[in-house]
């Protein structure tokens, strides 16, 4: 019989689908810098690292064995030219025993594992830091509750220190994840829930991020950890706690007026010092948008959407000749000019300002560390 002329061909690209398919999967999840939890950078992570690890070895075990028994039956029992018809056989209670006795062993096995971790993750005792958490669309605030500091999108911590967390959501369901230094916890509106996490590394920055869908930009929730020795933790954190700058600089001055008049900035952001008398001001409790007091020493805007750094928003010419550099590599520029074209459906809602107006915000907001 002829062997048609394709057949080699047609093995070699299912071969190489095969292989193509398969390499996707492995790597589908696979990014470069993306935060990992087998890269644990704190005891919580570190301790949930550890009982994944034994589960997938748990799992790789059965997977094995059962693989195994599969293919060494299907080799023994296969059926042979001239054998006779098998005999059929009810079952095998030996057999089914053990069946059931073995899965049994290992899913204790893995509860008895999961149960162990869950325990050993009980808040410890000792210096704590206690930090407000609320989940908003789509931006994160971080109220350092006995320290009267609130920020926005940037949570610093020092090392060493138990980080106590009170999780809550003004809107809808959020979910709180810091792959490298905890696990996920629900952030639920009307019923607060607390984690906790330690840092031992100083002068890091984790990115976190949103773990349950949220709206339109659920996936634009994200933040950053940022950790510090306690020494220059305490150093920024005193100065977290001062009230506003006034710059003397005439753009910034001019971008002042601006925030406090035309530009409507004051309808959504407080600022200590300016339109806030404190962070515990009861104003702030009803302004939708983050705390600017000292936005010039954060980095992040936008929940992360985009970057900023006065590097690239240098500020050219005074009063109405004010303009910024490179204005398209300046994020803060890209936010201020059209905050819905960067992330749609944002409560971010503001008259069209004109690249002079943008400049002098800028050159305020820069002012503010």
Known sequence: MRMPIFRGAKRRWGITLSVLVLASLLL???GE???SILNPAGPVAAKEAGLFW???VVATIVFVVVEFILIWSIFRFRERPNSPTPRQIHG???IEVAWTIAPSIFLFAVLIGTIYTMFSLNQPTGNTLNVQVVGHQWWWEFDYENAHVTTADELVVPTNTIIHLD????NVIHSFWVPQLTGKTDVIPGHDNTKWFEADTPNQKYLGECAELCGLEHA???FYVITKTPDDFQTWLTGQQQAAQNSSDPNAQAGKALFMG???CVGCHGIVGVNLKSFSDPLA??????NLTHFGSRRTIAGAVLTWDPSSCVVQGTGSSAQIVNEQNCGLWQWLHDPQAVKPGNDMHIPQLTDNQIALLVAYLESLT
Do not use: E
Not at 167 to 170: E, I, P, Y
Not at 285 to 290: A, E, F, M, N, Y
């Open 28 to 30: 589908a999840a696979c």
């Open 33 to 35: 810098g993306a935060p």
């Open 54 to 56: 034994f589960i997938l």
């Open 92 to 94: 095998n209670d030996k």
């Open 167 to 170: 999780l809550k959501s003004d």
């Open 220 to 222: 634009n929730m994200r």
């Open 262 to 264: 035309q530009g409507g």
């Open 285 to 290: 409790q009803k302004l939708i948008g983050p």
